[in-house]
Every structure is written in structure tokens, then in C-alpha cells.
């Protein structure tokens, strides 16, 4: 899980880092672990949440460049200025895109959720374009988080 959650993490981080640094929070009791929640799942969770708060800082940190350099440049966050894609990489990111749909090819809310996601949306923006409660964004959410770490382990082999 820890190398699913790392992949292409900005700063150097490797998925050692991120297991390391969630088997840390859990024992400086900073992430306490639910009794009734299994270890796998609880750690998976953890090191998405870490993964995450260093996306979110990356992009903080490339707007913040982007604005002063120039600011009426549009750009993608995780986007270097001239950085060719490597081919490898986006041809996983589009299989991995790929499976995604595929998956949730039945699920309406999912396909909304995903393609506000891939368009950069914040949750409260996707629920007021497709008129969804948060309850409805929330549990839509957390089924796709569930089906998508029952089918991980079947992409990446």
C-alpha cells in the first residue's frame, strides 16, 4: 500500500518514508488507531493522508511560484516548466485512468466525483455542479475508496 500511495510523490519520497513516517504517527499517538478498525486498512489509511498533505503542499508551493514569476500564467501544479512526460509514466496514468472508469462504469455519482477530480475540483465545487449532498458525496466516496483498495492489488500485476 505504502508503494501504491508514493507513487510519483514530489520531493524525493519513497514509499519506505511514508510507511515509516505512519508507523510514527501511530505510535506518538498523533493517529490513534481504532480498536474496531483492522491495521492494514488503518495504516493504508494514514499514509494516504500523508501522501496527500505533501500533493497538497507541492501545489501550494508550485501556485506560489507560478504567481510571482508570472501572474497571468496558467499552469498544472505538479507541472515543471519544461518538463517532457516521461512516456512510461503516462502510459501507466492512463491505464491506471483506464481501470478507474472501467470500475466504476455503473456508478454514476463515482463517474461525476472522478471527472470533477480530474478537473481539479475542490468537493464542495462537485457537489454544486451535479446538485450532490455531502452525504451523498461522502458515502460515494468512501465506497469508491473501498472498491479501489479491493482491485489495487489486481493492477499491479
Not at 1 to 20: E, N, Q, T, V, Y
Request: with cysteine; net charge neutral.
Amino acid at each position: 500500500m505504502a508503494r501504491l500511495w508514493s507513487r510519483d510523490l514530489p520531493g524525493g519520497l519513497g514509499w519506505s518514508d511514508i510507511l515509516h513516517e505512519a508507523i510514527a504517527r501511530v505510535l506518538d499517538g498523533s493517529r490513534p488507531w481504532p480498536p474496531d478498525v483492522p491495521i492494514l486498512a488503518f495504516l493504508s489509511g494514514v499514509m494516504r493522508s500523508i501522501c496527500n498533505d505533501h500533493w497538497r503542499r507541492a501545489r501550494l508551493e508550485q501556485r506560489l511560484l507560478v504567481s510571482r514569476d508570472d501572474p497571468d500564467q496558467r499552469s498544472w501544479p505538479c507541472e515543471e516548466a519544461h518538463e517532457v512526460p516521461d512516456p512510461e509514466r503516462v502510459l501507466a496514468a492512463a491505464q491506471t485512468l483506464a481501470n478507474v472508469y472501467r470500475l466504476f462504469a455503473g456508478d454514476l455519482l463515482a463517474l461525476k466525483i472522478i471527472a470533477g477530480m480530474a478537473d481539479g475540483l475542490a468537493a464542495r465545487e462537485i457537489c454544486r455542479i451535479h446538485d450532490m449532498s455531502e452525504l451523498d458525496y461522502d458515502t460515494t466516496r468512501r465506497r469508491m475508496r473501498r472498491t479501489l483498495l479491493r482491485h489495487q492489488q489486481n493492477w499491479s500485476k
